[in-house]
């Protein structure tokens, strides 16, 4: 039981509603995944991190009478950072998420060049910036520091080996609520020289 | 002259083309001024602080032979969170701008409510909350910290007056480039414990 002094809106109970149930979990995306964890982290006071609103191009909108306005043509950006962001324990946290369905290696044509550029400012300016990658056909999700994927694209390599995923990155363990408990493997890498956070049972 | 070492894509001469020209100034909007700057900002490599993409629900897509995905029907949706955040000098920010015609007042009907609840939660999570409000009579943009709003908004206030702003804000200066150096005040409000950053001339 965690207890929160004067958390703004906290929950006695907190809401499960949105958050996954592990018996209907196999299957379902990383972004829910994620958005279920950033929700709970964020109504029992451990975190706040979002995933940012998808970037459209809004072309053309029309204003019916006695409704909303109506954007009848608009388009996809390419978007020029990552898709998390978010405060914890006092730090800037960002980070991007992908999955592959690859049983060998993730490969780093599913990263937009700006998104790489993005992180290696959010590590220049202290904040802590990771990869999650999720290997569908383990059912299995890494969490990669930024600076280890960064160093390999450099270098100009077009992926990383599932096997140098296993050994450079840290498997982001499952549980009830949140399905994905990745703020602990955060602790572990990036807080490891301080007092270690209350974790939920 | 600020001399950056090792900082990502850095440019020998800041670009200027995006960033708004003094005497073309007046009248642009206070979202387009919060632009430049962070687009200034983050070439010379002093924060890293980006608008998010207004959130919009997305209803129908089509896909035309050979082309891009089009999106056909969509609404924007109510934003649940501020519309900036980013990292300066290692600590998460975050802040809503606003503009009012009012030479008065700033009204609160303007700020929605889950936005003073996410910023609530910033101040908790130890980030630098504040607000932007720009009063376009004056041509007068203060900064004024998110605790200070959240008191009046909790005590049941609608508005904040305008007296008040310049007492309990601070006036963010303009200058040539960036116009609205508003990381200056957040360096006075935020930092004064510590050692000054170097400003530009």
């Known amino acids: 039981m965690i207890v929160l002094i004067g958390y703004p809106n906290k929950k006695n109970h907190v809401q499960t509603t949105a958050v996954s149930d592990h018996h209907m979990g196999r299957g379902m995306s990383l972004e ?3 958005n279920d964890a950033n929700l709970y982290y964020e109504q029992i006071g451990r975190a706040l991190i979002h995933k940012k609103p998808t970037p459209i191009q809004v072309v053309k909108v029309e204003y019916p009478a006695r409704s ?3 954007i009848c043509e608009a388009y996809y950006k390419t978007p020029s950072t990552t898709d ?3 405060i914890y324990r006092g730090k800037p946290i960002d980070f991007e998420a992908k999955e592959t369905k ?3 290696s993730f490969p ?3 990263i937009h060049k700006h998104q790489i550029e993005h992180l ?5 300016h202290q904040g802590i910036g990771f990869f999650i990658i999720r290997f569908t056909s383990f059912q299995a999700t ?3 520091d930024a600076a280890t ?3 390999m694209w450099d270098d100009g390599q077009k992926s990383i080996s599932y096997d140098l995923v296993k050994e450079y990155g840290s498997l982001v363990k499952e549980g009830l609520t949140p399905r994905l408990r990745y703020l602990d493997n955060v602790d572990a890498l990036y807080f490891k020289e301080e007092e270690s956070y209350g974790k939920e049972s």
Chains 1, 2 share one sequence.
């Open 149 to 151: 994927l960064i160093a």
């Open 84 to 86: 998390y962001n978010g």
């Open 108 to 110: 780093f044509k599913s």
């Open 68 to 70: 909303a306005a109506k």
């Open 32 to 34: 829910k995944d994620l």
């Open 142 to 144: 890494y969490l990669l």
């Open 120 to 124: 290696r400012k959010v590590l220049y």
């Open 102 to 104: 690859s049983k060998t």
